[in-house]
Nanobody, 123 residues
């Protein structure tokens, strides 16, 4: 069974950092573009960061550029989202998703989704 499992969420103070992990089981992530998306209370789900299957191309939402970094470790079959300088506006459930050849960081191009991990930024 193909699954994505996110971990690493939690409560952090403004200005703090977290690293989210997205581990795949039942398939290899190497062939997939991977995206991180988030959904804040009362808001629509939005793209945060995406990385191509080769890892050679990344793109970020304007709101997280310079603060978040997406990376992948093929040996561990895992994708990461390093989040620095966190702000209360970053509070959301974060989801990772896999898409074969996804041309853009948009939900419709991603077929397989994890269950999400909650990030709360608050003092």
């Amino acid at each position: 069974q193909q699954q994505l499992v996110e971990s690493g969420g939690g409560l952090v103070q403004p200005g703090g950092s977290l690293r989210l992990s997205c581990a795949a089981s039942g398939f290899r992530l190497n062939y997939y573009s991977i995206g991180w998306f988030r959904q804040a209370p009362g808001k629509e789900r939005e793209g945060v960061a995406c990385i191509s299957s080769s890892g050679g191309s990344t793109n970020y939402a304007d709101s997280v550029k310079g603060r978040f970094t997406i990376s992948r470790d093929s040996a561990k079959n895992t994708v990461y989202l390093q989040m620095n300088s966190l702000e209360p506006e970053d509070t959301a459930v974060y989801y990772c998703a896999a898409g074969l050849g996804a041309p853009r960081c948009e939900m419709s191009f991603f077929e397989l989704w994890g269950q999400g991990t909650l990030v709360t930024v608050s003092s």
